[in-house]
Structures are given as C-alpha cells and as structure tokens.
C-alpha cells in the first residue's frame, strides 16, 4: 500500500490550501482515511478522519469549521481543504490509511493507523 500525499506550501494567514493524498495498492472504499500533522518538536497529533463510505467525518477542535476533509473512492484519493490557515497550522501533514475495514469509529490515535504517506510540509506565515 502507498499513500502518496501533495499539496503543501507557503501561505499567508488566513489563506487557503488543498492537499491531496493518492492511495494504491488495496481497496481504497472499504478503509477509513485521516489526516494527522506534526509541528517542530511536537507530538503527531489527528487533524480529520473520513469514513470508508465518506458518509461520516470528524475534526479536531482546533480545526473544526476550517478544515474540511473528503474522497474520491473512483480515484483512490483523500483531500483536505484548509480555509481560513493560522500560523499555528504549521506542520507537516500526513494522510493515513484505517487498520480495519469498514469501520466507522471516530479514531483519532495513530496506533490505529497501518499505512502512512510521506507528509507534505504546510508553512503559515503571519
């Protein structure tokens, strides 16, 4: 399995960007997809997670109301829309791929996750 994520830049606050993360190599719509992200010396923490239907999303506080995350099950791809960025967005986000099949549990913690891409660096300037 390959998750190859895109997407990351320099932004000014308050700008906005797209980033898009292209799975290969099993069933795309059967597994749930996240997005996490790790700032300078700081611990991964969870961003957005979609279902593997698409039906169901969830956000981290920090980010709920100016982030949203969605899927293209034709074209195996996972997207995160970041509105409204603050400096303290600054990270480099990593997309990931659920464990299990079919579930549709609000997991947040990166134990949970087997297939990791390689993180695309977003930079918010103030």
């Known amino acids: 399995v390959q998750l190859q994520a895109s997407g990351g830049g320099l932004v000014q606050a308050g700008g906005s960007l797209r980033l898009s993360c292209a799975a290969s190599?099993?069933?795309?719509?059967?597994?749930?997809m996240a997005w996490f992200r790790q700032a300078p010396g700081k611990e991964r923490e969870f961003v957005a997670r979609?279902?593997?239907?698409?039906?169901?999303?969830y956000y981290a506080d920090s980010v709920k109301g100016r982030f949203t995350i969605s899927r293209d099950n034709v074209q195996s791809t996972v997207y995160l829309q970041m509105n409204s960025l603050k400096p303290e967005d600054t990270a480099v986000y990593f997309c990931?791929?659920?464990?299990?099949?079919?579930?549709?549990?609000?997991?947040?913690?990166?134990?949970?996750?087997?297939?990791w891409g390689q993180g695309t660096l977003v930079t918010v300037s103030s």
């Open positions: 190599g099993r069933t795309f719509s059967s597994y749930g």
């Open positions: 990931a791929s659920d464990g299990r099949p079919y579930t549709n549990l609000q997991i947040t913690t990166t134990n949970e996750y087997d297939y």
């Open positions: 979609i279902s593997w239907g698409g039906g169901s999303t």
